[in-house]
């Protein structure tokens, strides 16, 4: 029997980028960070067929997340002040860059941090929520430093 080539959730790096920063910084410390695509379909039936057709019109993407808040990293700083602070709007949005380490193919998208809860473990702080979709994803690639610590991101060029 042939041994299967598992990818590794730590092969998938997440950054974020801080306002004013040049650099994404690496998201270190997250116990989840799992994406859901929430696809919005269209579904009809067409009175000559017997079967009904589902179409994919568009996607809602969401991260939900939980952390252990860890004093004087700046990501979680960040994300303690918006969820602190309640901040809305353009204050509450971020960019968030996945990349994959094997490929060093990444996708950078602007998304809404949608704080949940805080506290709600006996042993250490923490903060959990949902980063949702604000705006088109943009594919490209990822120079990510000798330290593994931040990244930069190219766009791939617009297809003719």
Do not use: C, W
Request: aromatic share 10%.
């Amino acid at each position: 029997m042939e041994a299967f080539n598992i990818a590794k959730r730590s092969s998938k790096l997440t950054f974020y980028k801080l306002p004013d920063a040049e650099e994404f910084v690496r998201m270190q410390g997250f116990k989840t960070m799992e994406t859901s695509k929430n696809p919005e379909e269209y579904e009809r039936k067409y009175v000559d067929e017997d079967a009904k057709r589902t179409d994919v019109i568009a996607y809602n993407t969401s991260v939900s997340y939980e952390m252990d808040y860890i004093i004087g990293n700046d990501v979680h700083e960040d994300i303690a002040d918006i969820t602190d602070n309640e901040r809305v709007g353009v204050d509450a949005v971020r960019e968030i860059l996945i990349v994959d380490v094997n490929t060093k193919t990444a996708i950078k998208r602007s998304f809404a941090v949608i704080p949940d809860s805080e506290g709600g473990d006996e042993n250490t702080y923490t903060y959990s929520g949902t980063f949702k979709a604000n705006g088109d994803r943009v594919q490209g690639t990822a120079e990510i430093s000798a330290d593994g610590l931040t990244a930069t991101f190219t766009a791939a060029a617009a297809a003719q």
